[in-house]
């Protein structure tokens, strides 16, 4: 993030508190790559500095609108189908390999992909609008939606009011924090691809 964006950031937490916080997270879940973790990030960095914030609130903030903004989403994912998630794809230039990772762990975790998407950047942007598009039932969505949304909400809160004071360090451990995330869903991903070719016989059966 450069010097120019940070300070976008931080003048917006600073001048516009929590409703800063709250369309930033909105924005985000709804599927637009805003950088919502570094200004919720960066809420919680204020209120252990300089107590312009209350932590309580700020989870209880960031829980409420990432569970909105993760529906809507899901609304616009299953309402404009697969379609409109290609062009939001070009419009903000997400990867292509984004998505089909996102549809290998949907295929394979189901519902609790939702979940553990809220910790890897790439995913917690396109879960909503891809769990629309492949048709996830909605209260199975719902639950988890809100489950991983207000696990993250704590999780990273917490993690920027203890640390608020070593602000760089943590945004370079937090990228770190995601990539090992992704890599313990890969792995298991394909350990379970494994396990289940190997239940399902791909050797031959005793004569």
Do not use: C
């Not at 107590?51 to 529906?71: E, K, Y």
């Not at 991983?148 to 909400?153: K, L, Y």
């Not at 924090?177 to 070719?197: E, G, K, M, P």
């Amino acid at each position: 993030m450069n010097h120019s964006l940070f300070d976008l950031l931080r003048n917006a937490v600073v001048h516009y508190g929590y409703w800063a916080v709250g369309v930033a997270l909105l924005l985000e879940n709804v599927g637009i790559p805003l950088p919502g973790e570094p200004i919720l990030l960066f809420a919680s960095f204020l209120a252990f500095s300089e107590h312009d914030l209350q932590l309580p609130w700020i989870m209880v903030v960031a829980t409420v609108v990432s569970t909105v903004g993760g529906s809507l989403g899901f609304a616009v994912g299953h309402y404009g189908g697969r379609p409109l998630l290609d062009r939001y794809q070009n419009t903000f230039r997400v990867s292509p390999s984004v998505l089909v990772r996102g549809e290998r762990l949907f295929s394979r975790f189901g519902a609790f992909t939702i979940f553990f998407a809220r910790f890897v950047f790439g995913l917690r942007v396109i879960a909503g609008p891809l769990a629309g598009v492949l048709r996830m039932p909605w209260r199975t969505f719902l639950l988890f939606n809100f489950l991983g949304a207000a696990v993250w909400a704590v999780v990273i809160s917490s993690v920027g009011y203890m640390f608020g004071h070593h602000w760089a360090t943590l945004m370079r451990d937090l990228k770190r924090f995601d990539v090992a995330v992704l890599i313990a869903v890969l792995l298991t991903s394909i350990f379970w691809w494994w396990r289940n070719r190997r239940q399902n016989g791909t050797g031959h059966p005793p004569s």
